[in-house]
């Protein structure tokens, strides 16, 4: 299977709160590229919802980003079975619209 995604991406794990339908969540941000990012969270949101995310990034630094949502993931216990629930990541695919210097550093950081 091909792989369709037009940039680099980086595993790297950050905090992140994200704010959908005026409703506050947390979760961690990996899976980095330019353009986009995977949030693990218990409360992923429906693809098409447009949401407001803090990432902390390393050394104190903080990015403010929209994004939306591309696809959210949350298995059901019933398609467990078998699988190791370690393996599941609940969570979403977040194409970013809207990015600030400091996200653009860090990806810069990563780059090297």
Sequence with gaps: MAN???????I????TEFIANGVTYRGIASD???NGIFVR???PV????IIDMTVYLPEGAISKLT???????KPS???VVGTPVRALKHGMGIEIIK????YLNFIRSLLG
């Design 12 to 15: 790297f794990r950050c905090e």
């Design 99 to 102: 990015k600030d210097i400091n």
């Design 4 to 10: 369709k995604r037009q940039q680099k991406r980086f």
């Design 41 to 43: 969270t218990t409360h």
């Design 46 to 49: 429906v693809p098409d919802t």
């Design 67 to 73: 994004g939306k949502v591309k696809r959210a993931l």
């Design 32 to 34: 980095f590229s330019l």
């Design 77 to 79: 216990m019933g398609r």
